[in-house]
């Protein structure tokens, strides 16, 4: 793991994952949209790129691709957006990312997504989490198509406490809570094992080290 490119690196997930990384030695460029946001990305320890990805083109995206090792994608709209900026963001920017990736020639993508998303919704459901759920669904379906190596990461509930390192991760979980920095450790645990190539997982709090989690999810599709 030398650099590493996070998009929608402003999130909390991805604030985790820029420190993360830093702290580990990598070289990490934030990808956000909000000059303003520049200075927490430095703070963190990461390198400010500026791309809209709801605008940008996949080339435009590309350019500031070109030279990473991994790329990874943990944007979304945010609690408070309505339906439309789910599509935009959650699925839209996933697209880009992948699409980009493609053109820079970085051929690693870990993709930040979330719990159940597979699992049909109820007709009652409030539609703008019905929007988040599709849209992320949606994003899943076309990574897993999109010829790169990728890995999926499905996190529980997510919170603000202190990370734990202790974690659990299959296929299905029961549901559950992860602290943010607990997930920034699995992407970059994903990054460094060639192993978790091509596999999606649920992630919640448990009792293994993320690499005994990362053994334990193997051997059980072994």
């Known amino acids: 793991m030398t650099r590493i490119a996070v998009i929608g690196a402003h999130g909390l997930v991805g604030q985790n994952i820029i420190n993360l990384a830093y702290s580990r030695g ?6 956000i949209r909000n000059a303003d946001h520049g200075e927490d990305i430095v703070r963190l320890g990461g390198e400010v790129t500026l791309v809209d990805i709801e605008s940008a083109s996949a080339e435009e995206l590309a350019e ?3 030279g990473a090792d991994a790329v990874v994608f943990s944007a979304g709209a945010g609690p408070n957006s309505g339906v439309a900026r789910k599509r935009t963001v959650d699925f839209g920017g996933a697209v880009l990312t992948a699409d980009a990736a493609k053109i820079a020639g970085v051929n690693r993508v870990v993709q930040v997504s979330a719990m159940g998303v597979d699992e049909p ?28 190596d ?3 990461i ?10 734990t ?10 549901r559950g809570s992860i602290p943010r920095a607990d997930v920034a450790a699995i992407v970059l645990a994903a990054i460094d094992d060639d192993r978790t190539i091509g596999r ?9 080290t993320i690499e005994d989690a990362i053994d334990a999810a193997l051997a059980a599709i072994a």
């Open 200 to 208: 999606t997982w649920e992630a919640i709090s448990g009792p293994d």
């Open 26 to 31: 990598a070289d990490v460029t934030g990808v």
């Open 64 to 66: 500031h691709l070109r």
């Open 165 to 174: 390192g202790k974690v659990r991760l299959a296929d299905k979980v029961e």
């Open 150 to 152: 990728w890995t999926i």
């Open 154 to 163: 499905r996190p529980g509930g997510l919170t603000n406490d202190e990370g």
């Open 121 to 148: 919704l109820p007709a009652d459901t409030d539609e703008v989490w019905a929007a988040y759920v599709e849209a992320k669904r949606d994003a899943d379906l076309y990574l897993k198509a999109s010829g790169l």
